[in-house]
């Protein structure tokens, strides 16, 4: 995707774009490769149990699933090779096992299993990514429309939000890991903030809810990225995960589910794409593929049951942060991408001469609501505030 854009007078086109987060809770650079956050060990009496049951069973081979990124998706395996590879990756799930602590036990299994083909995956991040991958009916593509330019249609590829929530929902005991609710944590006295949970967004959101109902959060990050050496072919990815989830749990590869890709628009020249016409329809698709994407939020005024671990919650979802560099933060805000312009900050109305000063009073910050938004973008007034003459899907959001 082009991310030039109309900004106001003294645009520096060069100027280096530091990257920013919209909620420094989440730190994850990129949501395609595998960190260990966190490593525990299983029991030994669990390990050697499962060691046990499994050293006799017969061989079986298996299919690895192709990359998600050809073009076209083929089947999958749906289930796991054998009951020896589930039991496993249930297991290194289970108790949250390092790689290295699950190729120890792989090992392990190998060398005292005396069988011809080994049952389990040939790593622990061998399995990881078999789970990953693993084919489901709730993870199948649509293809929606989203603009016609220059006679040219281009096209969301992209998967239902709730099946994607359902998808991640279904990882064995991954409710071990599952806040439903505030958590108020203190020390001496004193309010302090660990997970998502912790937060006060958290407890105004869940207060806002009906009783009884459960607040769901959502996270979402997007990138345009380059698909070749040299620069000229880019695929834009937008995932999800669930805020609910412990950060250690989250930041690992089956916890995040890819949505789609966004429709990345081509200018016929270079004359084009520097044209007001060009930029507002990149604007354009980009929040129409939000707002298909994110349908389910925005209609989603009584919530909708989902079953967690065999069991029945009433939830409410909530976009509660989105991770992006400032190009990206610029497209989802619709705020000017120059940090030149008046009113460069993505939360506030801040002026640019005013943002290095500490001391600013609480009646001297203003900051960027929906209502303002909505209101300065009526009355075609959004230059003094420094956003595009485009309507803000967000501004639909509860």
Partial sequence: MDYESLHEDNEDPDEDLHEVLFEDTLINEDLH?????????????????????HSNSESESFTTSRDILEEKVSEVNANYPNEAYEDFMILVTKHRLSNATGNAIIRFFNKHANLNKSLLPKSTEQGRKYMDKMNQP??????????TYNNVEYYLYHRNLIDCIKNIFSIPNINQDFALTFENLEVDGEKIYNEQNTAMWWKNTENSLPTGAKLLSLILYSDATNVDTLGKSQLHPIYMTIGNIKNWRRNKPDVKQL???LPTLSASDNTDKKSSK???????SFHNSLRILLDPIIKSDNGFDLALQDEIFWFFPRISVIISDWPEASSFCLTYKSSNSNHPCHFCLVSKDNLNVIDLQD???EL???ENMITHFEQNSEHSVSIENVYNTFWDFP
Avoid at 38 to 52: A, G, I
Avoid at 138 to 147: A, E, H
């Fill in 33 to 53: 490769e595998h960190e260990e956050i966190l490593e525990r060990s299983s029991s030994d009496d669990e390990v050697l149990s499962f060691l046990n049951e």
């Fill in 259 to 261: 949505l789609g890709y």
């Fill in 363 to 365: 009646n001297e910050v």
């Fill in 138 to 147: 709730s993870l199948d593509y649509q293809k929606t429309s989203i603009i």
């Fill in 278 to 284: 060009f930029k507002k329809a990149v604007r354009e």
């Fill in 368 to 370: 960027r609501t929906h």
